[in-house]
């Protein structure tokens, strides 16, 4: 019988952990920062005596900047040194946070809150440029695991932590600390970003010189597939981070320390989730499955799951609405594990970033549609079934999405890459 002659892969190399284990903690920063506000809204409508519709606006601001900003990202990490172009974002965004403590003013706030899109737009361009260009196809559901369990637990830990935080020091306190914090953590990332670059020997096709514009990438199947699979499955998430404390509440007459406890121990099953699936991903993948059957499994799968199970939520009793909404949270998890290797492998290491700002651009438009049509139903029917079963459509339109919509799981071969170099 005929062996396999497929060279083994070594480990992710020591430094490149370091570097991974940065990148989770840069997005669960990231993701508390992004929805700290929310969690503050009450007091901080209090104290600024501002109106609901002004702080409807002070909520969605973050959006306006972070999604119209995604495809200038793109190009700019694409261009640039990612390394230094991240840690500016990562600045600024850290920064915004520490003032957000200090002001007083609606209008200040507003433009904080600008600032803080603007600099986290860079985030996740720069975390596919980066995976893409340092990790080997089989290493990169673990890479995006640890990614994707940073915002699967900063959600978590700002409904378990941040409001009892808040509610004993006050919010003014709590954004000013975070921010300033997290500023420490450039110090290491200067320290262990790669340097050099290295390169993925296999990663990059010979005769590349470039890559590509924006119409050649518009025509591809793959890139909406990603897009609109992306758009479903931020449904599910901003859905969840906005509307489930409120939900568990209001709806289901939960206090808010049980709401709290069960918000963080879903979000952090989710993360663990994340992690696991990221891993055996890659073994699936080192076993000899091709990448299109691995991440198809566990994106269109998790996706399809996470809408079913929190669909399920709002037709059961309390307790098999807790055991519902944690499996939907897990789902979520085992799907982000491996829904950003799929655009790295397809896009490769000249066109990741880009195609990251096109797909987060369009992808985050969620964050906008998800709480604004659940607040449109709820209003007009007065409770969450709705709701819950449209989130449930969109998800399963996204699940499908990624699995037939989306090509072969394979680098695109740019026709740029095609022309001779010069």
């Given at each position: 019988m005929p062996t396999s002659t497929a060279p083994r892969r070594k480990?992710?190399?020591?430094?490149?952990?370091?570097?991974?284990?940065?990148?989770?903690?840069?997005?669960?920063?990231?993701?508390?920062?992004r929805g700290n506000l929310s969690i503050a809204a009450p007091m901080l409508k209090d104290e600024l005596r501002i109106s609901a519709s002004q702080l409807g606006i002070l909520l969605s601001a973050f959006f306006w900047t972070y999604a119209c900003l995604?495809?200038?990202?793109?190009?700019?990490?694409?261009?640039?040194?990612?390394?230094?172009?991240?840690?500016?974002?990562?600045?600024?965004?850290?920064?915004?946070?520490?003032?957000?403590?200090?002001?007083?003013?609606?209008?200040v706030l507003f433009i904080l809150r600008l600032l803080l899109g603007i600099g986290e737009s860079v985030a996740f361009p720069s975390y596919s440029k980066i995976i893409a260009l340092n990790f080997a196809e089989e290493h990169r559901g673990l890479a995006n695991s640890v990614v994707s369990a940073g915002f699967v637990l900063g959600p978590g830990f700002g409904m378990l932590f941040g409001g009892l935080l808040m509610a004993r020091f006050g919010w003014r306190p709590f954004f000013l600390v975070l921010g300033l914090v997290s500023l420490l953590w450039l110090v290491p990332w200067f320290k262990w970003m790669p340097k050099p670059m290295p390169k993925i020997p296999d990663a990059i096709p010979?005769?590349?010189?470039?890559?590509?514009?924006?119409?050649?990438?518009?025509?591809?199947?793959?890139?909406?597939?990603?897009s609109i699979g992306l758009f479903c499955s931020n449904y599910v998430n901003y859905f969840l981070i906005t509307w489930l404390p409120f939900y568990l509440v209001r709806e289901r007459h939960f206090s808010m320390d049980n709401m709290a406890r069960?918000?963080?121990?879903?979000?952090?099953?989710?993360?663990?989730?994340?992690?696991?699936?990221?891993?055996?991903s890659d073994r699936w993948i080192m076993?000899?499955?091709?990448?299109?059957?691995?991440?198809?499994?566990?994106t269109g799968g998790g996706l399809a799951c996470a809408g079913v199970f929190t669909g399920l939520a709002v037709v059961s009793g309390p307790r098999y609405?807790?055991?519902?909404?944690?499996?939907?949270?897990?789902?979520?998890?085992v799907f982000s594990s491996n829904g950003w290797a799929i655009t790295q492998t397809l896009a490769g290491?000249?066109?990741?970033?880009?195609?990251?700002g096109?797909?987060?651009?369009?992808?985050?438009?969620?964050?906008?549609?998800?709480?604004?049509?659940?607040?449109f139903v709820l209003e007009r029917t007065g409770e969450f079934y709705w709701a819950f079963v449209i989130l449930t459509a969109v998800a399963l339109a996204g699940s499908a999405s990624w699995i037939f919509l989306v090509g072969r799981i394979e680098q695109v071969i740019w026709r740029s890459e095609l022309r001779p170099s010069r």
């Open positions: 480990a992710i190399p020591g430094p490149l952990l370091l570097v991974l284990i940065l990148l989770g903690l840069s997005v669960f920063i990231n993701y508390v920062d995604q495809p200038f990202a793109g190009w700019l990490v694409d261009r640039w040194n990612v390394n230094w172009v991240f840690a500016g974002g990562f600045f600024l965004w850290s920064a915004a946070t520490a003032t957000t403590g200090l002001v007083h003013t609606f209008a010979t005769g590349t010189t470039g890559a590509p514009g924006l119409l050649e990438f518009l025509r591809l199947r793959s890139a909406w597939g990603t069960i918000g963080g121990s879903a979000y952090l099953l989710g993360a663990c989730f994340s992690t696991l699936s990221g891993w055996l076993s000899g499955a091709t990448p299109t059957r691995v991440r198809k499994t566990f609405c807790v055991a519902a909404l944690i499996l939907g949270v897990v789902s979520f998890g290491p000249q066109a990741a970033g880009r195609w990251t096109f797909q987060n651009m369009l992808g985050n438009l969620a964050g906008v549609v998800a709480p604004a049509v659940t607040g």
